[in-house]
């Protein structure tokens, strides 16, 4: 069983900056990949970065591309997501996820379904 606890949301003012942090427990191996995906009021859930665990590879929504970095710490079993220059469209409820998504296909999918284990999210409020 893997259990994911974010933290580090909050509210910011345009172009400003936040780091959220993801604790994994559990096992994690190699074959996973995380993910960070975000939702907003009355919309569905969007992807916004994916890393794969075994080689770091990673991979953007082209709408963060350039504003944020996904980073893990393999040590400490933790996730991070580093948000730059933050606009107000970027407001929403953000989760971190975890897919077994095996070897020899795909590093990722921008699919939350995919995925098999949620965080609780942490709510990122960006004002103008």
């Known amino acids: 069983q893997v259990q994911l606890v974010e933290s580090g949301g909050g509210l910011v003012q345009d172009g400003g900056s936040l780091r959220l942090s993801c604790t994994v427990s559990g096992d994690i191996s190699s074959s996973y990949t995380m993910g960070w995906f975000r939702q907003a009021p009355g919309k569905v859930r969007d992807f916004v970065a994916a890393i794969k665990w075994s080689n770091g590879n990673t991979y953007y929504a082209d709408s963060v591309k350039g504003r944020f970095a996904i980073s893990r710490d393999n040590a400490k079993n933790t996730l991070f997501l580093q948000m730059d220059r933050l606009k107000p469209g970027d407001t929403a409820v953000y989760y971190c996820?975890?897919?077994?998504?095996?070897?020899?296909?795909?590093?990722?999918?921008?699919?939350?379904?995919?995925?098999?284990?949620w965080g609780q999210g942490t709510q990122v409020t960006v004002s103008s």
């Open positions: 996820a975890a897919d077994d998504i095996g070897y020899g296909g795909r590093d990722y999918y921008t699919w939350h379904g995919e995925y098999d284990y």
